[in-house]
């Protein structure tokens, strides 16, 4: 039996990608702790489940001084718990955690969501970000990433003695999440003010910044005479729901696009939706065009590290450039009328899924141990 523990910075990135991860781990025999700061509760299930939890006092902001007290908190529950084995996730847990566990008899994974230098990110980014995660590699034992680009910039740094970079192929995805027993389409999509004729568009993405929803939005300003039928749905909460919200109203894209918020449903959404969109700056990999695959339908998406390992252009979906809205309105067009196509990229999308499935990453993880 090993004593592992999980670290990330806040809470909400347990809860949404690693609770899978964490109970196959004690199912194997091994003790699994958390680590995080708490921006929501985290799941019951993992506590049920016989993990404990360290509440750590991580901020966000790499230079905030509350990192200085998260530091000195894991030095103390370190010498407390004696743990084998440390799994760290997102930029800022995983330098505080490696800075202070650099000089401890423990192992040390670092599991990358994506790096924040990437090509094409801002200049801070590599200032700030970049020598960070360099010098954390010294402290590293093993980096796992999720995209064959930051795997090729990780297997540039130097780790410790006998370090890896391996590659795993996302968080993993369950497709019996995402079935549906007795569904009524029609009606979910009345529920949903949709007509059946409507060719709905999905984006599930936090409200901010980086994922970009300006760039659907303008598209859909170009489309919303010559198609009316064609219809936006975004799921997902954030900081820019009243802007974006008000960018809507102003370009009179009122009845085109809805905002529904936070949603427990995806797989219903999924279900009645046409086509599966993303336009972040910067992905990871992005877990809503995995769950477009999984239900068979059409992607379009940004050309971006990430998105570029699961769209193949023009065989289950298109990659389009960051800001051209142009071109992603002549994209969405291209699918809303041609049928053979959207058939076409719905086959492609799920016979590529299979390496993504939640069993296949679970034994990847496993092997980290």
Known sequence: MKKILYVTTVSSTINVFLVPHIKMLIDNGNKVDIACSIDQEVSKELLDYGAKLHIIDFSRNPI???????????????????????????????????????????????????????????????????????????????????????????????????????????????????????????????????????????????????????????????????????????????????????????LGLDKNIEFLGFRSDINKLLNISDCITLFSYREGLGKCLLEGMIAGKPLIATDTRGPRELIENNKNGYLVQIGNHKKTAEYIENIYLDKIKRFNFSKNSMSKINKYYLSNVLEEVAQYY
């Open 64 to 250: 905030s001084t509350n990192n200085i007290k998260a530091y000195k908190q894991i030095l103390e529950f370190q010498k407390l718990e004696k743990y084998d084995v440390v799994n760290i996730h997102t930029p800022v847990a995983s330098f505080i955690t490696r800075l202070a566990l650099r000089n401890e008899n423990i192992k040390i994974i670092y599991t990358c969501h994506g790096f924040h230098f990437y090509k094409g990110a801002p200049l801070l980014n590599w200032i700030l970000y970049y020598p960070m995660e360099r010098l954390a590699s010294r402290w590293t034992d093993t980096i796992v990433t999720i995209n064959k680009e930051d795997k090729e910039r990780a297997e540039k740094f130097k780790l410790r003695s006998d370090g890896q970079v391996k590659l795993m192929h996302g968080v993993g995805i369950n497709p019996k999440e995402y079935e549906l027993v007795e569904f009524d389409k029609e009606r979910y999509r009345e529920e949903l003010g949709l007509k059946n004729d409507d060719f709905v568009i999905l984006m599930i993405a936090e409200l901010n910044k980086n994922k970009n929803h300006v760039q659907l939005i303008n598209a859909m300003s170009l489309l919303k005479y010559k198609y009316p039928k064609i219809k936006v749905l975004c799921a997902g909460k954030g900081p820019l729901k009243e802007e974006l919200e008000r960018k809507v109203k102003d």
